[in-house]
């Protein structure tokens, strides 16, 4: 990369940390560290949310997926966009209601501690897993544009997420997610524009084209594989999975993922944060079909490179290697001229720390208040809360790059594996466990025990595990069955009389508030 490049890059790494350190200035507890004092725009929110979204799984794996596919991921938007409507008028006024720091503070009055704890560390070792998974990815772009090794990138951007989260909070996690998300998007238009400059055809002839290869293609109704396997069953891609699987995981993802819950209990009123969770299922399909277009554009562009060219051989050797995700990197450092390349760059970096923020503070806040708080010191002042606050981000930043790196470890050992299946696949794991514990709570009350809670939970984990690596059923369905699972087996129990009665009556008093 040229120097204007670095300059640029350092510059925007560099007002991220500043930001971070200013917004920290007027930490009094946990409240302010963690839900910003209840006061952030519903539109900040909802900004912060779709820069996480689009973490640099979806900078580097949508293009992958337009460059190498057609547009198939899109069907699962219909069941994100579905799935958020629901959990704006089921789980959302929920937590407002009984003024919860975390999703979970809501199974403890629900179900009691026992079943709260297990919930709270499923969240945390299933959370560990994804984001370690999305920092792998984003170090790939640093790897690829400075040429240092996997390893040291990740330890790098490590570095910078945690400096900054450690010093503002939940404030520098929307604040700078706001500047993330224009840098993101605005990434994505340099690209676009760039390639359409670099293909020697009219946009209207660009367009033929894609349509001719199929490109502009989203539902997959077919019934068999190539192989003569059921498609619904083994094809991750096929309508059904898609769109059933992207309503679970997203009412999971959404409705008991700290990680993107935790900035919608920021904004003053419950109906400010229902706004800001339906309205970013709506950004983030538009932001995932731009990304996906710019895959599709670098299709358009090598099929006119002539063989000779660099560019050419450089997407053949990626092809064969199948890391066809480090195409667009190689675009971007290799073709677009300096400066620019530094700019969208930066974008790279923006989605790597959106998603790696929220979750260093979703994951500090969960430990704080479902585990140290109530059961380890329950009456300290409020400094000394903010303290170990910062000092759990900072531990749990440390764990994210381990898991950073035992992911590297994998992906070396398994090339072919897409970069979207890695970020996403992780999470279906442990998500139904959570989901279908949070889908009794809310549905049935009376229903539910400690014993058919945490049987439900265990045997969820257990039944996705031995799906995933017994079987070859499509990742989406890893979810849906883990819900089901647990919903029924949960669903069996009772809910204790005494806490049942505790129940209604926070509830009758949450109601007079």
């Not at 991921?73 to 209601?97: C, D, E, M, P």
């Not at 994210?400 to 696949?425: C, H, K, M, R």
């Not at 959570?434 to 009794?440: D, H």
């Not at 257990?462 to 949960?490: H, N, Q, S």
Request: with cysteine; proline share 3%.
């Amino acid at each position: 990369m040229a120097a204007l490049d670095w300059i640029v890059i350092l510059v925007y790494l560099g007002g991220t940390i500043a930001m971070g350190i200013w917004l920290g200035r007027k930490q009094d507890d946990i409240d302010d560290y963690f839900l910003g004092g209840r006061a952030i725009p519903w539109w900040a929110a909802l900004l912060s949310m779709v820069a996480t979204e689009t973490s640099a799984a979806t900078f580097l794996g949508a293009p992958e997926q337009g460059y190498i596919r057609d547009m198939a991921y899109l069907q699962f938007s219909v069941g994100t966009i579905a799935a958020r409507f629901v959990l704006a008028s089921l789980f959302i006024g929920v937590f407002y209601k009984f003024r919860v720091y975390t999703v979970y503070g809501f199974l403890t009055l629900r179900f009691g501690a026992p079943t709260h704890m297990t919930t709270a560390g499923v969240f945390l070792l299933g959370r560990l897993f994804a984001s370690g998974a999305r920092l792998f990815i984003a170090a790939i772009a640093i790897q690829v544009a400075t040429g240092l090794d996997m390893r040291t990138s990740i330890i790098c951007l490590g570095i910078v997420a945690v400096v900054y989260t450690w010093f503002g909070g939940i404030k520098a996690v929307i604040w700078t997610d706001v500047m993330q998300a224009v840098v993101l998007f605005g990434g994505g238009i340099i690209a676009v524009f760039s390639l359409l400059g670099q293909i020697p055809l009219p946009f209207g002839e660009v367009i033929g084209e894609l349509s001719a290869a199929g490109k502009f293609q989203i539902f997959d109704f077919s019934w068999r594989m190539d192989d003569g396997r059921w498609a619904p069953l083994f094809n991750p891609y096929h309508v059904l999975p898609a769109v059933v699987g992207g309503f679970f995981l997203t009412m999971a993802t959404h409705g008991t993922d700290h990680d993107m819950v935790q900035r919608l209990l920021t904004c003053k009123e419950s109906k400010e944060g229902k706004r800001s969770l339906w309205m970013s299922g709506l950004i983030s399909v538009v932001v995932t079909g731009l990304f996906m277009f710019v895959g599709q554009l670098l299709y358009v562009y090598v099929g006119h490179l002539p063989e000779t060219a660099g560019m050419a051989q450089t997407a053949a050797q990626l092809r064969e290697t199948g890391k066809n995700g480090y195409f667009f990197l190689h675009y971007i450092v290799d073709i677009l001229p300096a400066g620019i390349t530094g700019l969208v760059l930066a974008a790279v970096f923006a989605a790597a720390m959106s998603s790696l923020d929220s979750a260093l503070s979703a994951m500090s806040a969960t430990f704080v208040t479902d585990f140290y708080q109530p059961y380890f010191k329950r009456n300290a002042d409020k400094g000394h809360y903010v303290q170990v606050s910062r000092l759990s981000t900072g531990l749990i930043g440390v764990l994210l790059v381990g898991v950073a790196l035992l992911v590297v470890q994998f992906y070396e050992s398994n090339p072919d594996t897409d970069l979207l299946s890695i970020a996403l696949g992780v999470m279906t794991f442990f998500y139904g466990a959570l989901l279908g514990i949070f889908l009794v709570g809310m549905l049935f009350r009376g229903r539910g025990s400690t014993v058919s809670n945490i049987t439900g939970v265990l045997a969820s984990v257990a039944a996705v595990l031995a799906i995933k690596y017994g079987t070859e059923v499509g990742w989406p369905w890893f979810i849906v069955i883990g819900t089901l699972i647990t919903f029924i087996i949960a669903l069996a129990g009772r809910t204790a009389s005494d806490l049942v009665k505790r129940f209604t009556e926070a509830d009758a008093a949450a109601s007079v508030q």
